[in-house]
Nanobody, 125 residues
Framework: QVQLVESGGGLVQAGDSLRLSCAASGFTHDYYAIGWFRQTPGKEREGVAC????????YYADSVKGRFTISRDSAKNTVYLQMSSLKPEDTAVYYCAARWGPGSSYIAESTYRHWGQGTQVTVSI
């Protein structure tokens, strides 16, 4: 049974950094990708970044490009989202999700089948 557990959220000030972790379990091979999504009340969920666990290819949304970095530790089946230069508009619940297949140059929420419970990130002015 696939499980994803996020951690690392919290309250920070604008300009600070924060690292989120997504611990994955239940996978019997590495041919899958992990994506990070975020959602604020009243808004649609936004795909932020994704990474292929086998090939390490990455994708970033324009809103976070240059500020966020996604990486993986295959030995630990863990994906990280390093967030820097945080802005108040980055405030959201952040979810990690998994889909089968390689990394890609885009992120499509409908293709992700397994989701974590989410972790709150709040960026104050």
């Amino acid at each position: 049974q696939v499980q994803l557990v996020e951690s690392g959220g919290g309250l920070v000030q604008a300009g600070d950094s924060l690292r989120l972790s997504c611990a994955a379990s239940g996978f019997t091979h590495d041919y899958y990708a992990i994506g990070w999504f975020r959602q604020t009340p009243g808004k649609e969920r936004e795909g932020v970044a994704c990474i292929g666990m086998r090939d390490g290819s990455t994708y970033y949304a324009d809103s976070v490009k240059g500020r966020f970095t996604i990486s993986r530790d295959s030995a630990k089946n863990t994906v990280y989202l390093q967030m820097s230069s945080l802005k108040p508009e980055d405030t959201a619940v952040y979810y990690c999700a998994a889909r089968w297949g390689p990394g890609s140059s885009y992120i499509a929420e409908s293709t992700y089948r397994h989701w974590g419970q989410g972790t709150q990130v709040t960026v104050s002015i």
